[in-house]
């Protein structure tokens, strides 16, 4: 059974810095691309960043670029988003995500993440 479990969020000031993290389980977490995904009250969910299974190549929403870094350990099938010089715009509940080869899309229950100005 494919589980992916986020942790990491809570209040911070605007400035402010979190580290989030995604253990996964119930597939072979080295095989897969890793995306992270936010959505904040009223809109859609949309895309932050995306690592390579290898950690080799990641890319991000050009409004995150230069403040997070996603990145992940093979190792212990975790993977993280640091959050840096967070602003109140960052609020979001973020989610983990992996497509597996069955073309299905798998989620995290997400972790909430609120900033104050």
């Given amino acids: ?5 986020e942790s990491g969020g809570g209040l911070v000031q605007s400035g402010g810095s979190l580290r989030l993290a995604c253990s996964g389980s119930g597939f072979t977490f080295s095989r897969y691309f890793m995306d992270w995904y936010r959505q ?20 991000y929403l050009n409004s995150v670029k230069g403040r997070f870094t996603i990145s992940r350990n093979n190792a212990e099938n975790t993977m993280y988003l640091q959050m840096n010089s967070l602003k109140p715009e960052d609020t979001a509940t973020y989610y983990c995500n992996v497509v597996l080869d069955d073309g299905r899309y ?7 993440v609120t900033v104050s100005s």
């Fill in 40 to 59: 904040a009250p009223g809109l859609a969910r949309e895309w932050v960043a995306q690592i390579a299974f290898d950690g080799a190549s990641t890319n």
């Fill in 1 to 5: 059974q494919v589980q992916l479990v």
């Fill in 106 to 112: 798998y989620w995290g229950k997400g972790t909430q």
